[in-house]
C-alpha cells in the first residue's frame, strides 16, 4: 500500500510523536486549558456590572488554579511513584540473578574441592544401587 522508503520513515516518526504526545500530555494540562479558554469566553461574553461579579470571577479563577495546581502534584507523585516501583523491580531481578549466580558458582566450586566424589550431575546420573 505504502511502498516507498520515505513514506514508511514518516509514518514511524508520526508514530513516535504521537506516542511522545501521549505521554507528555496530562489530565492537569487539558484542565489549565479549558480554563484558560472558559474564563477568556466568559471575560468576553459577560458584562461585569458590580464589584461583586469581579470578585466572584477572580474567586472561581483561584479556585480553578489551585485544583490545576493539586491536579498537576498528584500526577507529579504517581510518576515518581511508578518510576520507584520499576527500580525496586529491577533491583529484585538483579538481586535473584546474582543469587543464582552465587548457588552456581558454589556448586562449581565445590565440584573442584571434591574431585574424587566427581560433579554433583555424575552422582545424580549413577543408579543409587551401584
Known sequence: MYGSKETKRRFKA??????EL?????LSDAWL???IVGFG???NIFRVRKRNHLLVGFILFC?????YLLLKNFEKAMELQAE??????????????NKALEEKQKSVEEDASCPQLGSQEARRQRPSGS
Open 63 to 67: 479556585l480553578c488554579f489551585g485544583f
Open 41 to 43: 469566553l466568559a471575560g
Open 14 to 19: 508520526a508514530a513516535a510523536a504521537r506516542t
Open 84 to 97: 520507584l516501583e520499576a527500580k525496586e523491580e529491577e533491583d529484585e531481578a538483579a538481586r535473584q540473578e
Open 22 to 26: 501521549c505521554d507528555s500530555v496530562c
Open 33 to 35: 486549558v479549558f480554563m
